[in-house]
Nanobody, 117 residues
Framework: QVQLVESGGGLVQAGGSLRLSCAVSGRTFSNNAMGWFRQAPGKEREFVASISWDGGSTYYADSVKGRFTISRDNAKNMVYLQMNSLKPEDTAVYYC??????????WGKGTLVTVSS
């Protein structure tokens, strides 16, 4: 059984920073790509960032490129999302995902990020 538990969300002013963390249980963590999605109120869930199993490749949505950084620590079974220069439009519930065969197969319950203007 794989469990993903996000933390680090909260309220921040525009221009501020937050660091989200995702704790992953399960022995296959280091074999899987990981990622983050988000869902804003009244909007569909969207891709934010992903990272390869070894951390060697990262991908970002255009809307967060240059502001967000995804990273992982395979020794600790952790995935992180450093979010800088936050904007009100970044307000959303952020979900950690595990990838298998190129698609998310496990999701966390999410952590709320609210950016005030």
């Amino acid at each position: 059984q794989v469990q993903l538990v996000e933390s680090g969300g909260g309220l921040v002013q525009a221009g501020g920073s937050l660091r989200l963390s995702c704790a992953v249980s399960g022995r296959t963590f280091s074999n899987n790509a990981m990622g983050w999605f988000r869902q804003a109120p009244g909007k569909e869930r969207e891709f934010v960032a992903s990272i390869s199993w070894d951390g060697g490749s990262t991908y970002y949505a255009d809307s967060v490129k240059g502001r967000f950084t995804i990273s992982r620590d395979n020794a600790k079974n952790m995935v992180y999302l450093q979010m800088n220069s936050l904007k009100p439009e970044d307000t959303a519930v952020y979900y950690c995902v595990r990838y298998s065969s190129g698609k998310p197969d496990y999701w966390g319950k999410g952590t709320l990020v609210t950016v005030s203007s």
